[in-house]
């Protein structure tokens, strides 16, 4: 391709509006430009890389079986309340009412729609195992549409669901898909981490994400320093501290602490520290109200409270009932003589505790010496002692240290089991002619994620330095001067390699040679070829791979071979195993 006749309309100055290096660079580079809030418009260049990436993906699927079948990006809105999903995703679905007056969805992802197909189209066991998938565009009104197009409202997702007669089978279709997962970030050339995405403690293997660790991700990583394990932080599990020693103190004695309601005042207020003081945060969970207990230094954590609850929903309480509960203004709850019926969710690193400084049920009052089982009960019917913090550093797992890391999630692979074929009735017949529900898998990618995480994984200050199976093209072919030798001889080595199935840029352009780098930098095609009136005039080309700082000195007889040589080579060291 010739610079001068495809459109790479590259930005000097760092967008005011580009928090991140990816979304600067993919501005900065003329790949896209903003259309509105979360939603972007793909220039040539940019698209290229999302073709590439596309192109991948659809081969490792196609490659593990898999079976493109796209559904539709509009959705009717009766399948979605089937699930109660309409409800679920809340403000994040896009809908609309059509001239007939019907809703539809814009679809965030597409269980309902697929469920809804194989309800029609799978009746036997000897169907099965299916999986479909589809490449195209997703909907989410994010809240908070940022990062690019990490966090975009439209982009493109790679979406998979597989229908299987049985568990084992089920198994087998998650473990391809695991497997494809693997070889489609290996070739797209990113570092990856598998997370569990299921909590260790409830048994679950049933999710999967695969998460790129890099500063800029949204997502905190937790993982053991043997590298054992590794979660999402909503979803790493903690061993409990050990047993402090206990120690001798009076009864619980309550401290006038006028308008001191946050941790922080109530330790400067008592000459105390966070570790020392024992939070309680009131829940409600449908009728049921929870009085939520940490260590003052802990954070709750909403997603182990939903499990520990079996996945119903639960918020934090309102004024109202806190008042009820606690008999005092909010700020000041405590676990020692709460009034009604209140279930007690007591984490370990409290149980753990000595003793402590709490809310006292009073307004304006804390409780000194507060002592754990002598003082409010640690076993009982409607006590739990159980793991519901977020993990933190200085915690063990198993005994392992843990550690934290930023990522950013590119796919995530999920058991559904029977979830959706029993509500849309998705039901085949197994050998013995019983009627059972599909049992059901989904896996997706984020297609545009992919690009934005290469570029946080790889750049510098001067630009992209993209991995070379999706790079917009593979080789740049830059003349630094425009003597009419030096344009010459940069077409004939545009001329060889095309012919020897290199992808070219050819910067025809007739601008500066260091506005041309600049340019070449920016953009972070792999191999570069430049072409100068002094080199050459001793028939040498220069070659440098944009991740390198040298430059290598080629016979020009040779640049061709060479060129193409390097390039095979680039692309080996991103070929997935067989
Ligand atoms: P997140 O937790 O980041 O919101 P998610 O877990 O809701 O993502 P999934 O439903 O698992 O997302 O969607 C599959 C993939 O689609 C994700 O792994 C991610 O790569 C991509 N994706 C999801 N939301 C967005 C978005 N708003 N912008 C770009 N890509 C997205
Ligand atoms: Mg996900």
Redo the contacts with the bound molecule.
Sequence with gaps: MRYSKTFIPTVKEVPADAEITSHQLMIRAGLMRKIASGTYAYLPAGWRVLRKIMEIVREEMDRAGALEAPVPMVQPMELWQQTGRDIDYGETLGRFKDRHGRWNVLTP?AEETYTYLASRELQSYKQLPVNFYQINLKY?D?FRPRFG?????E?I?KDAYSFDADEAMLDESYRKMYDAYCRVFKRCGLEYVIVEAESGEMGGSGSH?FTVPCANG?DVIVYTEDNAHAWNLEKAPVDPPPKAPAVEVGPPEAVHTPGVGTIEAVCEFLKTTPPQMIKTLIYTCEDQVLAVIVRGDHEVNGEKLTQLLGGRHVELADAATIEKVTGAAVGFAGPVALTGPVTLLVDHAVAAMAVGVAGANKTDYHLRNVVPGRDFPLEGDHVRVVDVRMAAEGDTYRGQPLRFRRGI????VFKLGTKYSTKLGAMFLDEDGRQKPCLMGCY???I??IMASAIELSHDEDGIIWPISIAPWEVMVTPAGSEAEVVATAERVYEDLSARGVEVLWDDRDLRGGVKFKDADLLGLPVRVTIGKKSLAEGHVEIKLRREADRRAVPLASAADEVARLVNDLKAELTAEA
């Design positions: 992802t989410r994010e197009v990490l966090r975009s409202r982009f997702m994400q949204e999630e590119v796919g995530q997706g990618i984020g545009n994620r």
